[in-house]
C-alpha cells in the first residue's frame, strides 16, 4: 500500500512560479514511476508529467513542457513539480499518482493516488 500527499499549492500571480511536493508513504516507493495530473472546474483530469522510477525517464504535457519540471529524491520518498511562468489556464487542482507501471501512471490507470492540492493563477 502506497499513501500520497500532495502540498504546495496556493494563489500566486501569472508569472509567478509554485513547488508542489508529493510525500509518500508506504513500501518500496523507489520502484513506482511517479506522475502529476490535473483537473480545472468543468473540465476532465489530464496529464501534467511523469517520472521513472529511477528519474532517468521524464515526460509532459506540451502545455507545461518548458515551464514545468518534475522530479524525485528517492531518498526522501518525495516528488516534486517545479512550475514556473505560471498562466491562469494552469489553474486546476493538481493530483500526484503511482504505479509500478510507467504507462499506467501517464494513462491515468496508476494504482494510488493523492487527495489534490489546489493552484490558482491570477491574471
Known amino acids: 500500500q502506497v499513501q500520497l500527499v500532495e502540498s504546495g499549492g496556493g494563489l500566486v500571480q501569472a508569472g509567478g512560479s509554485l513547488r508542489l511536493t508529493c510525500a509518500t508513504s508506504g513500501r518500496a516507493f523507489s520502484i513506482y514511476a511517479m506522475g502529476w495530473f490535473r483537473q480545472a472546474p468543468g473540465k476532465e483530469r489530464e496529464f501534467v508529467a511523469a517520472i521513472s522510477w529511477s528519474g532517468g525517464t521524464t515526460g509532459y504535457a506540451d502545455s507545461v513542457k518548458g515551464r514545468f519540471t518534475i522530479s524525485r529524491d528517492n531518498a526522501k520518498n518525495t516528488v516534486y513539480l517545479q512550475m514556473n511562468s505560471l498562466k491562469p489556464e494552469d489553474t486546476a487542482v493538481y493530483y500526484c499518482?503511482?504505479?509500478?507501471?510507467?504507462?499506467?501512471?501517464?494513462?491515468?490507470?496508476?494504482?494510488?493516488w493523492g487527495q489534490g492540492t489546489q493552484v490558482t493563477v491570477s491574471s
Open positions: 499518482n503511482a504505479d509500478r507501471s510507467h504507462s499506467r501512471v501517464t494513462s491515468a490507470q496508476a494504482e494510488y
